[in-house]
């Protein structure tokens, strides 16, 4: 098994290109999750979906889409990026909805915008 | 949004030493949640805890689950080399039926050899 595997490693836009970064777990896992990592904040919650078929709005969505392709695959879209969505973006996956179960994170995308 | 606090912030160790980070939040969390992350890595869930008063262990990595329920400690004993990283705590929250993960800032662990 791969786990979660996130694509690309390494990103560079200018201010207002547009990108999606993609994500795809093969642990049959129901929910995912999109994150961002930022110096001295932790990792903070953009989007996530429960189950196929389903997103919601997580801590700092703003400036972000996501769309859960199918149970594998949960990719986020930045539409016109800016600056301040310098950051390290993180996929995860859990198998089930409740407090016990663990999320499994991918490698992470380093995502520069000039 | 809600926030777990972490302290140290950072901690430069020598090898060998015993290290100790603690994680504490304004509420009450039902499950507190250890993570590392290497350079270049996602975060690995080291430790889980689910009950009030539990400490668990594994390996060198022993974790306490407050018995207030608003913070949880996590002790490395013995720090070699491979225990550089950044130490997350973590809670999880159910809203809408979907589990969200409550981060602490993180611990960056620096050992000298």
């Known amino acids: 098994n791969a786990g979660v595997t996130q694509t690309p490693k390494f990103q560079v836009l200018k201010t207002g290109q547009s990108m999606t970064l993609q994500c795809a777990q093969d642990m049959n896992h129901n929910s995912m999750y999109w994150y961002r990592q930022d110096p001295g904040m932790g990792l903070r919650l953009i989007y996530y979906s429960a189950s196929e078929g389903t997103t919601d709005k997580g801590e700092v969505p703003n400036g972000y889409n996501v769309s859960r392709l199918n149970k594998r695959e949960f990719s986020l879209r930045l539409e016109s990026a800016a600056p301040s969505q310098t950051s390290v973006y993180f996929c995860a996956s859990k198998r089930g909805r409740t407090s016990t179960d663990t999320q499994y994170f991918g490698p992470g995308t380093r995502l520069t915008v000039l | 949004g809600q926030q777990l606090n972490q302290s140290p912030q950072s901690m430069f160790i020598q090898e060998g030493e015993d290290v100790s980070m603690n994680c504490t939040s304004s509420?009450?969390?039902?499950?507190w949640l250890w993570y590392k992350q290497e350079p270049g890595e996602g975060p690995v869930l080291l430790i889980a805890l689910y009950k009030a008063g539990e400490l668990t262990s594994n390996g060198r990595l022993t974790a306490q689950f407050g018995i207030t329920r608003k913070d949880s400690f996590l002790n490395i004993s013995a720090s070699i080399p491979s225990d550089v990283g950044i130490y997350f705590c973590a809670g999880p929250r159910i809203v809408q039926g979907a589990q969200k993960l409550v981060f602490g800032q993180g611990t960056r662990l620096t050992i000298n050899p």
């Open positions: 509420s009450i969390f039902n499950t």
